[in-house]
Nanobody
Framework: QEDLVESGGGLVQVGGSLRLSCVGS??????KGWYRQAPGKQRELVAE???????YYTDDVKGRFSISLDDAKRTVYLQMDSLKPEDTAVYYC??????WGQGTQVTVSS
């Protein structure tokens, strides 16, 4: 069992920023990532980071989003800048593509 607790979502205007946080109960992992699901769409991978620090970003967010870990590697962050209305979705934290958080809503208003 892995508990993942997300925070940091909310309502922001176009061009604004938000930082999502996800705290996990364990420190060992292979991948930690952020996914999102917009209404009527499938859940998609947004960004992922490995224990070794390798990162992946979907093309839509490259240059705008940044994924990182704290020193204890229990918390994964997603810094989101230059937000667009199409970034509106429920954002989910995942560990090893198997354990999931409850999701946090991000709404970007125009």
């Amino acid at each position: 069992q892995e508990d993942l607790v997300e925070s940091g979502g909310g309502l922001v205007q176009v061009g604004g920023s938000l930082r999502l946080s996800c705290v996990g109960s364990g420190s060992f992992f292979i991948f930690k990532g952020w996914y999102r699901q917009a209404p009527g769409k499938q859940r998609e991978l947004v960004a992922e980071i490995s224990l070794g620090g390798d990162t992946y970003y979907t093309d839509d967010v490259k240059g705008r989003f940044s994924i990182s870990l704290d020193d204890a590697k229990r918390t994964v962050y997603l810094q989101m800048d230059s937000l667009k209305p199409e970034d509106t979705a429920v954002y989910y934290c995942a560990k090893d593509r198997h354990y999931w958080g409850q999701g946090t809503q991000v709404t970007v208003s125009s």
